[in-house]
């Protein structure tokens, strides 16, 4: 049986890739490319930024998902995004599948619920690719019908040296466009403060830190670990924290922080 990577489809995208010198034209044919070898239902090429909002360069969501997705996520949720904070990392994979990257509460966070349930992705890959030492393009591969297998990751894992330098060729022709606002993003600083404050006024340094780990999707287990104390000193907190500021239920902790993003 031939090799996927044997057809001449395949050939005929990589030649459109490198014939290519524009972001749009060069983000597509590898999208394509990607097809020939594996199917997938939706992708998006988001370049996350140390000290800028994320910039989507290409994606294929249809007109609503783009609307519920991208435009409600990029006024500041994504700070949230287990993917965000991945891929500022200074160490971080190449590729990777993100159920296995996600908090252990993740699908039952508000935030899974009200920004990645609705996308329908039953399974995700990432291709992680360093542009600096303040930017990673990540490319997300999606699959709603049903999870990669074996064989498709395999298949996955030996395209990342042509996937990583495709991104690296958009990235190039997105930023000779003068297209990329990553700098000093006064509306990235006010969000990352926003969050980094949320309930400044009533709740401890300790509530804090406990209401943004429970807010990305931790357990209190998880939580446990992450801040080194036993999972019952986290309940005792998680009570407090909740009396404090008249809640009790993590989907009202969540209207909460995005009522006060939204202030912004």
Known sequence: MRSKFESSQWHQAIADIIGLDNSKGIAAGLIAAIETVVTHEGTCLIAF???ARPEVLHH???????KHYLERYLAGPYLLDPLYKLALRPSKPGLVRFREERPDRFRASEYYRQYCERTHLL???DYLTPISTKTTVVLVVGRRSR????????RLELMAPIVQASIRRIWDAWISKKHSSAGNDEVHKRLGECLEKFGEAVLTVRER???QLLLRGHSSKSI???LKIAPG????HKRNMFSKLGISSQYELFAMLIDDLGRL
């Not at 999870?147 to 395999?154: D, G, Q, V």
């Open 49 to 51: 930024h140390q000290d």
């Open 60 to 66: 294929t969501l249809e007109p609503a998902g783009q």
């Open 123 to 125: 399974d995700e890959m």
């Open 147 to 154: 999870m990669f297998s074996k064989a498709e990751l395999s």
């Open 209 to 211: 830190q406990i209401s």
């Open 224 to 226: 446990a670990r992450e």
């Open 233 to 236: 000193t986290v309940m005792v």
